[in-house]
């Protein structure tokens, strides 16, 4: 079975400060893993995917993510937080092209 | 810009009326899906059309149904709303449903059953 564990369903940073947002995997075969972000009352929009080529990964608005499959995780980060990226958080693993399996989310808060 | 349309964003239907909900795309990709996303819960897969083949999710109710009559739109229509089914509902299209296709999502439409 395929899946993800979002650990942290809400992540409060203060701005400027790192943000870390773990997902760790459960995959049969070799993982497609994807982050979104979802504003609130708007569709996801891909921040990056990892789909086995570089382990490290980087998307839009400064997050990247790595893959390690030691760990079975796909964390993502930004260096320093900004106000804009508050917003909700969605680990999805894709085993076939055609099926995408969400992670529960994690809710971002920044602090100012 | 290329993008997927969801109309309309806020859906307001009677328990048990038939409500349709509507998908456009200019992206001219070959696979559309339509999920269901409850209040602070991951987007759930309903089902999702290959061209014109359709594939449903085993754990999709019957109540939920779609059509998707050209390249470019998909309805979802569920014959009679229960107040469980108030939710946001996405849609979105790959590609070619290849492994690492990117999905890209409409702006969803929030349906509330009263």
């Known amino acids: 079975a395929q899946s993800v564990t979002q650990l942290g369903s809400h992540v409060s940073v203060s701005e400027g400060a790192l943000v870390l947002l773990r997902c760790n995997y459960s995959?049969?075969?070799?993982?497609?893993l994807f982050w979104y972000v979802q504003y609130p009352n708007q569709g996801l929009q891909l921040l990056l995917k990892?789909?086995?080529?570089?382990?490290l990964v980087k998307g839009i608005n400064g997050f990247e993510a790595e893959f390690k499959k030691s760990e079975t995780s796909f964390h993502l980060t930004k260096p320093s937080a900004h106000m804009s990226d508050a917003a909700e958080y969605f680990c999805a693993v894709s085993p076939t092209g055609n099926q995408f399996y969400f992670g529960t989310g994690t809710s971002l808060t920044v602090i100012p | 810009d290329a993008m997927v349309i969801q109309n309309p964003r806020y859906q307001v239907t009677q328990f048990g009326k038939p409500v349709t909900l509507s998908c456009s795309q200019t992206l001219n990709h070959n696979v559309m899906y339509w999920y269901q996303q409850k209040s602070s819960q991951a987007p759930k897969l309903l089902f999702h059309?290959?061209?014109?083949?359709?594939?449903n999710e085993a754990d999709t109710p019957d109540n939920f149904q779609s059509r998707r009559p050209n390249t470019s739109f998909c309805f979802l229509d569920i014959r009679s709303p229960g107040l469980g089914d108030a939710a946001m509902y996405l849609c979105?299209?790959?590609?070619?449903?290849?492994?690492?296709?990117?999905?890209?999502f409409g702006p969803g439409t929030r349906l509330t059953v009263l």
């Open positions: 979105a299209t790959s590609r070619a449903g290849s492994l690492g296709d990117t999905q890209y």
């Open positions: 995959s049969s075969v070799p993982p497609y």
């Open positions: 059309y290959y061209d014109k083949d359709f594939n």
């Open positions: 990892y789909t086995s080529a570089a382990t």
